[in-house]
């Protein structure tokens, strides 16, 4: 079964619009951690935003925010204010395994790729 | 710039050889991840390094492996390539494999198995 679940393989915003990108996880770890990244076309990874489980305020990075809502394991991405700059492909990720024993993995969703129009 | 090094970018090679994909962390990381991309599977973790040790393993398949030097740079090796060994691969590094600590990835290196 999916760990993590990103069902828009691709959405369309307009220029200075927002826009929600969709993240469900699957986990009985209680604590782990929810990150999201983004991948341009020329094919980089960068990070955007990282939520940890014991959270209680949603993550916020200037334009971008992490809508966290536990009870329904969603991590949805919010994009404020799209740029064209901002279209890329956009991948959730979490992390699991054990903190205190100094070892974790990103397990990654399929990716949803984002169209900024003008 | 994330600060992670990894090199070669491109890397073309023919089936059956063997290559070596370096990386270098940011400066004071001590963990070292590496991650594959291609089309069918998506993103995969392969390994984990802490500090000269390896931590975790994921997907990786036995033609791979990696180290992780005292100077932290890290090298995955992959040999007996097939066609579909072609794909991303990169590196991420974190100061320390803790709950909060994000990685950062670098650029990563094509490879095309022909």
């Known amino acids: 079964a999916q760990k993590i679940t990103q069902t828009q393989p691709g959405m369309f915003v307009q220029e200075k619009e927002a826009v929600t990108l969709d993240c469900t996880y699957d986990?009985?770890?209680?604590?782990?951690?929810l990150f999201w990244y983004k991948q341009p076309s020329s094919g980089e990874m960068i990070f955007l935003i990282y939520?940890?489980?014991?959270?209680?305020q949603n993550a916020t990075e200037g334009r971008y925010s992490l809508n966290f809502q536990k009870a329904r394991k969603s991590a949805n991405l919010v994009i404020s204010a799209s740029q064209l700059g901002d279209s890329a492909m956009y991948f959730c990720?979490?992390?699991?395994?054990?903190?205190?024993?100094?070892?974790?993995?990103?397990?990654f969703g399929k990716g949803t790729k984002l169209s900024v129009i003008p | 710039d994330s600060g992670v090094t990894q090199t070669p970018k491109h890397l073309i090679t023919a089936t059956g050889q063997r290559v070596t994909l370096r990386c270098s962390p940011r400066?004071?990381?001590?963990?070292v991840y590496w991650y594959q991309q291609s089309l069918d599977q998506g993103l995969q973790f392969l390994i984990q390094?802490?500090?000269?040790?390896?931590?975790a393993k994921g997907n990786i398949l036995e033609r791979f492996s990696a180290q992780q030097f005292p100077d932290l740079h890290s090298e995955l090796n992959l040999s007996s390539l097939e066609l579909g060994d072609s794909a991303l691969y990169f590196c991420?590094?974190?100061?320390?494999?803790?709950?909060?600590?994000?990685?950062?990835f670098g650029q990563g290196t094509r490879l095309t198995v022909v």
């Open positions: 991420a590094s974190s100061v320390l494999p803790r709950a909060g600590t994000e990685a950062f």
């Open positions: 986990t009985s770890d209680q604590s782990y951690g």
């Open positions: 939520q940890g489980s014991y959270d209680e």
């Open positions: 990720a979490m992390r699991e395994g054990k903190p205190g024993a100094g070892s974790y993995q990103l397990t």
């Open positions: 400066s004071g990381d001590l963990s």
């Open positions: 390094y802490y500090n000269g040790e390896e931590r």
